[in-house]
């Protein structure tokens, strides 16, 4: 168990060199193996995506990885990818640094909506997620194929632009 007290956290973007942590985090963090374009969508996000460092022991002990979409009607909304920090480490405020970060960084960008997917059985990411002002808006059967149960949640925040003045 990992106290408070010694712990402070950084952020670091996720770069070539680096690439290989969030690889690592990834394989211990989830019940899939993420391909290449999974990763390539990681590296081309640039500041939407990065890893977590507690530097109570110096290493990288979380991460959140992001892609940037463009809707139909042309605006840009950001997809949670992952997010993961290792279980020794949860309850530090480590997975709410990475979540804000995006959030913050959405809303300075003008990014009106983030979603992700959540296994419909994971009640402590569903219960993240809405302290953060994430609502579940759509339940998708049969969304993953190796792992149990296969139905998951769309959980999507919109964030309020601030209305321009005329």
């Known amino acids: 168990m990992v ?3 010694a712990v402070s956290v950084s952020l670091d973007s996720v770069r070539d060199k680096n690439l290989m942590q969030l690889k690592k985090l990834n394989s211990v963090l ?3 193996r993420y391909n290449d ?3 390539a969508d990681a590296l081309a996000s640039h500041h939407f995506t990065k890893l977590g460092y507690a530097y109570y022991s110096d ?3 979380g991460s959140i990885a992001c892609r940037l979409e463009k809707k139909e009607d042309g605006a840009i909304r950001v997809y949670i990818m992952t997010l993961g920090v290792l279980a020794p480490y949860r309850g530090l405020g480590i997975g709410t640094k990475l979540l804000n970060h995006v959030i913050d960084l959405s809303s300075k ?3 009106g909506e983030i979603y992700l997917h959540v296994q419909t059985n994971n009640e402590d990411a569903i219960n993240f997620y809405k302290k953060f002002g994430f609502e579940i808006t759509e339940t998708i059967k049969n969304y993953y194929v190796r792992i149990t149960p296969p139905d998951c949640y769309v959980v999507t925040k919109y964030i309020r632009q601030p209305q321009s003045e005329k």
Do not use: A, D, L, S
Request: hydrophobic letters at 35%; charged letters at 20%.
């Open 3 to 5: 106290t408070n007290r």
């Open 30 to 32: 989830f019940p899939v």
């Open 37 to 39: 374009k999974y990763y």
């Open 59 to 61: 290493i990288c002990v």
């Open 109 to 111: 960008e003008n990014i």
